[in-house]
């Protein structure tokens, strides 16, 4: 079956801009998550939404935001882009998210440079 | 502060030996973790993991073992194989939001001829 789909793949970006990622979660998968990979911090968790609500978040600014539609597709959007936002963005989808077993799946990621 | 650590930024092997790839954590609320594989510039591709009722799981060439009041985790693969040289992290997730990872910094494995 298909795996978890994000687009755009690259994009470039102008600091103080906006930008708006999506992913497709794998079928049947309700949980999806979005995380940041940058050479300095690593992987980090964003959030993660779960039946169209934010169910966890991590510790970044509310300039990241995000959301779920009715059919599990998530947005995320980054307003105010800074230089520091340059990243891979990575979704993951999985089937609850909440117990320990629910194998959590990536997609190939979003690369955002800001410029 | 780094509740998941991966102290061997690097590790290098040849091909058809044991690959010993190490995880600590601090977060004793930590109940799941996952090894992934990544590739640069790609997503990480999920390869095993284990719950903290276990302490070990087998799949094919890869075992992962978890020694819980060490608070210490460990991917074996055998044999190991080129294709198997990529980064690889472990992640954690507390009780309750299996979602929610914390990442190590990763282990570059690099497997030699």
């Known amino acids: 079956k298909a795996g978890v789909t994000q687009t755009p793949r690259y994009l470039i970006k102008t600091r103080g801009q906006q930008v708006t990622l999506s992913c497709s979660p794998i079928s049947g998968h309700r949980s999806v998550s979005w995380y940041q990979q940058t050479p300095g911090q690593g992987l980090q968790f964003l959030f993660e939404y779960f039946s169209e609500t934010q169910r966890n978040k991590g510790n970044f600014p509310g300039r990241f935001s995000g959301r779920q539609f009715s059919n599990s597709r998530s947005e995320m959007n980054v307003s105010t882009l800074e230089l520091g936002d340059s990243a891979l963005y990575l979704c993951?989808?999985?089937?609850?998210?909440?117990?320990?077993?629910?194998?959590?799946?990536f997609g190939e990621g979003s690369w955002l440079t800001v410029v | 502060d780094q509740q998941v650590k991966q102290n061997s930024p690097s590790l290098s092997v040849q091909e058809g030996r044991i690959s010993i790839l190490n995880c600590d954590y601090t977060n004793s609320m930590f109940d799941y973790f996952l090894w992934y594989k990544k590739y640069p510039a790609e997503g990480p591709t999920f390869l095993i993991s284990?719950?903290?009722?276990?302490d070990k799981n087998e799949d094919g060439r890869f075992t992962v073992f978890l020694n819980k009041s060490a608070k210490h985790l460990s991917l074996h693969i055998v044999p190991s194989q080129p294709g198997d040289s990529a980064v690889y992290f472990c992640a954690a997730s507390p009780t309750g939001t299996a979602s929610k990872l914390t990442f190590g910094t990763g282990t570059r494995l690099q497997v030699t001829l």
């Open positions: 993951a989808s999985s089937l609850a998210g909440t117990t320990a077993g629910n194998t959590i799946y």
């Open positions: 284990i719950s903290s009722i276990k």
